[in-house]
């Protein structure tokens, strides 16, 4: 015999089903959104040395590692925990910054030494690499920011070619690492080095730890 009371109940049981439904959704739901990784901070158009004929032209922050490794950078950015941005101006000037979240503050330091070190190398390495080629480089010394950061210079060319001057800006704030590669047609003389060193120094300062 059907009676009131079981439609009642079983009313009642579809009720608490469907809370647990909406409960269960809810919580999966904020797990996905809490999983999405963010990307660390970056350098605006503005935080890069000025161009006197060109207004500089951000790309999209973008998760991985560009398609070519920056010069004197190859194989020694991670894939993992990378982001990066380029830059562009109506010249022969760009730019480039790579951020990497590494697994603790020891493993940052690390890469910091690496990259300091395949910079500092670069001039040489490219030599040995380059017949008839030219190279020098400097180092512009550190700046006092979160855990530090390194300012170098390098310039190369080859014969029949325009030489080109690239500045690095290599830095750490805890687990995050940047690095950001500003160049140029030229050689040293011609880099904006005060410059570039604020722009390194916003971008360790705009970092996510």
Same mark, same amino acid.
């Given at each position: 015999?059907?009676?009131?009371?079981?439609?009642?109940?079983?009313?009642?049981?579809?009720?608490?089903?469907?809370?647990?439904?909406?409960? &269960?959704?809810?919580?999966?739901? %904020?797990? #996905? !959104?809490?999983?999405?990784?963010?990307? *660390? @901070?970056?350098? +605006?158009?503005? =935080?890069?040395?000025?161009?006197?004929?060109?207004?500089?032209?951000?790309?999209?922050?973008?998760?991985?590692?560009?398609?070519?490794?920056?010069?004197?950078?190859?194989?020694?950015?991670?894939?993992?925990?990378?982001?990066?941005?380029?830059?562009?101006?109506?010249?022969?000037?760009?730019?480039?910054?790579?951020?990497?979240?590494?697994?603790?503050?020891?493993?940052?330091?690390?890469?910091?030494?690496? &990259?300091?070190?395949?910079?500092? %190398?670069? #001039? !040489?390495?490219?030599?040995?690499?380059? *017949? @008839?080629?030219? +190279?020098?480089? =400097?180092?512009?010394?550190?700046?006092?920011?979160?855990?530090?950061?390194?300012?170098?210079?390098?310039?190369?060319?080859?014969?029949?070619?325009?030489?080109?001057?690239?500045?690095?800006?290599?830095?750490?704030?805890?687990?995050?690492?940047?690095?950001?590669?500003?160049?140029?047609?030229?050689?040293?003389?011609?880099?904006?080095?005060?410059?570039?060193?604020?722009?390194?120094?916003?971008?360790?300062?705009?970092?996510?730890?």
């Amino acid at each position: 015999m059907f009676r009131r009371t079981d439609t009642v109940a079983t009313l009642a049981t579809a009720l608490v089903a469907a809370a647990a439904a909406l409960v &269960l959704t809810a919580s999966a739901s %904020a797990t #996905a !959104a809490t999983a999405t990784p963010v990307p *660390p @901070g970056f350098l +605006a158009g503005a =935080d890069l040395p000025p161009h006197p004929g060109s207004a500089w032209y951000p790309g999209k922050i973008t998760k991985g590692l560009p398609e070519f490794a920056p010069f004197c950078l190859d194989g020694v950015l991670p894939a993992a925990g990378s982001w990066h941005r380029a830059f562009g101006s109506e010249f022969d000037t760009s730019a480039v910054q790579v951020s990497v979240r590494s697994a603790s503050p020891s493993a940052a330091a690390e890469l910091v030494g690496t &990259l300091e070190r395949k910079v500092a %190398a670069c #001039a !040489a390495d490219w030599l040995r690499t380059t *017949p @008839g080629g030219t +190279a020098s480089w =400097d180092d512009y010394g550190k700046l006092t920011v979160e855990e530090g950061a390194h300012v170098y210079g390098v310039h190369a060319s080859i014969p029949d070619s325009e030489p080109g001057v690239h500045l690095f800006g290599i830095g750490r704030d805890g687990s995050t690492v940047t690095v950001v590669k500003w160049s140029e047609m030229g050689d040293l003389s011609h880099a904006p080095v005060a410059a570039f060193k604020k722009t390194t120094t916003a971008a360790v300062n705009k970092l996510n730890p």
